[in-house]
């Protein structure tokens, strides 16, 4: 019989192949936040993560409703005099729109060459199924886990998650904790444990521009009518500079620069530009600040990104349309210590200065949430870093993510506890984008990252 | 019994009502060109048309296939010494999207306040069913025509009538004629008889550009990623300049002004930039270069104009994506001299020259097509000037129109005829846009006045 120690990790292997056929199941589920059509899935989803807690053994098992999409709660709190921990992930997926860039269905869990490909694969559901399948392993091998452990999971992730940031403002007694765990993120090289310690901030809108009262045909007024996509243009087009300079007034303000020991230590990462260019981004050239190096802008430098721009004719051949209405979909990411609402208010500032004569915008906003930075001081990061250390067998690094986890600073602001970013996807897993994957080596690692990190914290190793 | 000469016109009025019904039953085929799937509507229609000249009682009735959609020939060619017209319209229609702003559904066609409103009502069903009808009245009220017709009915003229463009080219001597009769334009005002002697030419063309080889997460790769309608916005930002000057090298060098009897003319027209705002644009300001009046502005400068940008994230929500592709649909109205291959070469030099780095565009042609004018001195002209007049007992006004219409340049270029273009449609009948509308009076008006259009080329008034 195993050890206290080792027990949990051998039930996790010997488990392996039945945790995966469960993330399968979850995986069928098109938890689609944001698509209205898809709400009915994503409640399956949180009932469905609910419902295996509960087979775990965690008590105060509850699927909280909220003006959006649940929350998943639930705890186990019998590790007397152990630190607490509040894990958090989340069970909606991006659309998996283009659909015909798939080379397998989304919502069907394919595997090939040790990846599981589907919507979610690794954001965030096999790292959610991560945590769980760690917890099972020592609930159902010890009968219990070494530190006391609260979970709260969300349903709101890729819309902007208010539904979550409300709850922890309003209930900071219930989940009171010592640390947060968060997986959600992604080792730097495959193999090379990662700890993620900084986050970029994201203001999302969408630009509503008005021309005409209807639809025009544009021989007939074209050349005295405003066309509202021109009016978009113009103005996205001063939003940015071909270097990758943001013109917005007073954007860069507050940026503050990471620290000298921080961009040393990035330069040692095995990162080369023309790999990134080659295997990740597949265009001619990089773009962005032409003064600062890759991973300084995609980890410390603010941008802001067009995703799409709905409106007018969009169906395949022509149709010679002024439309009346057209809107982009805007973004920027934020870096510390920008503020996400003094941002957004100098945006709207801005925008309503150079909007073109006979177009008129309205500034929609669909999520804002700020950046944050975790010292890797926190014996929480140390312990992480050891427990990455007895699973990989190598040192772990620190890095920053570009992406935006905005429950990281609702807890650090609201909770005041820091986050133990472990996460285990790829650099090329495709997040966001056709054919999404997660490489099934490293969601068991994941497994066994997370029961050592814990026993670590429990001092049972 | 009613003489020759009024014979048809009594005729036409006797049988307004089952003339109307006829359209409505075209109207109800949605004939859309532009989109594949309904190939088989555009047909129908075809069909549709070349029973009716059967019908009528027209010889050699033929729907001509081509590569795309078929086009309809007819003929009755027994006034022997007369002149012989050369009667063009077209049977398809723009796509009726967007279709929640329809009152009633665009194929089914309905009546409110004197209109009836379908997709085609005015452009061009409801103005070919003019011609078809003052045939039919001719035909069986005097047993035969006073002039020789050529009927040539076209389906593509919704994206650009390739077709009918190859097939004139290739049979001239078929379609040999003195003049040709062309319903697709409209009233400058309500009751305002109106003869349109000028088009503007038009090239349309779509910009296809990839950043990225997939989309991406743009927290992950914001910052380092080209984004390819940021590209596109950077080149589009460029085409034309806040005033609406276009920036195309060379694009003005062969702009032919108008002769200042045609400006004199156009100042005595009963125009207001406040009404034409309020009544038809109704945005908050007419735009376009500003050292032009607004007249001059649409029927004799040239634009550049955006219709849609597919690509991306359009659907309702936030999903924070770098798209691998982005395009754009963009035209160019051209004027008397510019060429469309030359402004289209100039055109693609320029796009070159201006794409950002990291991103790759390609052009993709929908179709092209000159400007024309047609000089007030011809006699089909005068004589069209003339039945106009009978009908609405008022003197008809010249203007231009700043649509296009590519069959003009073929008839003028191919088979050296004049074009009349005397169309029933009025400035707020929501041509290519919804609600799309067509005056009752003028269809019955449009079928009167080419009786009388008729008749005077054939002496008989």
């Known amino acids: 019989m195993a050890s206290v120690v080792d027990a949990p990790v051998t039930y996790a292997r010997e488990n392996q192949q039945r945790f995966l056929n469960e993330l399968k199941d979850l995986l069928r589920i098109p938890s689609v936040s944001t698509l209205e059509e898809h709400k009915p899935d994503v409640r399956r ?4 993560v609910a419902a295996e807690l509960g087979r775990i053994g965690f008590e105060h098992v509850e699927v909280i409703p909220t003006k959006g999409h649940p929350l998943v709660y639930a705890d186990w709190l019998h590790a007397s005099g152990k630190p607490t921990a509040l894990c958090y992930a989340h069970y909606d997926v991006q659309p998996p729109d283009p659909l015909e860039e798939w080379l397998s269905p989304p919502f069907e869990p394919t595997e090939r060459n040790h990846n599981i490909y589907a919507r979610g694969a690794v954001d965030d559901k096999g790292q959610l199924w991560m945590q769980l399948k760690a917890f099972e392993a020592m609930m159902k091998s010890n009968g219990g886990m070494p530190i006391n ?14 539904s979550i940031s409300a709850y922890v403002s309003q209930h900071k ?15 730097f090289a495959p193999n090379l444990p990662t700890l993620c310690v900084g986050l970029r901030g ?25 066309n509202p996509f021109f009016g978009l243009i113009e103005i996205i087009s001063k939003l940015k500079d071909a270097k990758g300079k943001v013109l917005i007034p007073g954007f860069y303000d507050r940026v503050k620069a990471p620290t000298k020991d921080e961009l040393k230590a990035w330069k040692r990462l095995p990162f080369k530009d023309k790999e990134f260019l080659k295997n990740e981004v597949g265009s001619t050239t990089l773009t962005g600040e032409p003064k600062y190096p890759t991973l300084y802008r995609l980890w410390a430098r603010p941008t802001v990104e067009v995703h799409g721009m709905p409106g007018g ?65 926190s014996k929480y990061i140390k312990a992480a870093t050891e427990a990455m250390h007895d699973v990989f067998k190598k040192d772990t690094v620190f890095i920053r993510s570009g992406g935006s986890i ?31 994957k997660f490489h099934i080596p490293n969601f068991y690692r994941g497994i066994e990252s997370i029961i050592r990190f814990f026993q670590r914290l429990g001092g049972e190793k």
């Open 173 to 187: 007694d219930r989940l009171k904790a010592d640390f947060a765990l968060i997986t959600d993120t992604e080792l």
């Open 45 to 48: 989803a949180a009932e469905f």
């Open 202 to 226: 994201l203001v999302y809108t969408e630009l509503e521009a008005v021309g005409p009262k209807i639809d025009l045909h544009s021989g007939m007024y074209g050349g005295a009518a405003p």
């Open 149 to 162: 452990v609260k979970v709260l999971i969300e349903g709101e992730e890729e819309v902007g998650g208010e």
């Open 313 to 377: 004719f969009t169906a395949v051949g022509a149709k010679t349309v002024i439309p009346s209405k057209a809107a982009a979909k805007v973004s920027m990411r934020l870096v510390p210590d920008q503020d996400p609402d003094d941002i957004l208010k100098k945006y709207e500032k801005y925008i309503k200065k150079i909007t073109p004569k006979g177009i008129q915008v309205k500034i929609k906003v669909h999520s804002k949430g700020p950046a944050s930075v975790v010292s890797t001081d």
């Open 406 to 436: 905005p429950i990281v600073s609702d807890f650090a602001n609201e909770l005041k506890i820091p986050s133990v970013m472990m996460g285990m996807g790829l650099p090329d897993d495709n997040l966001h984008a056709p054919n999404e």
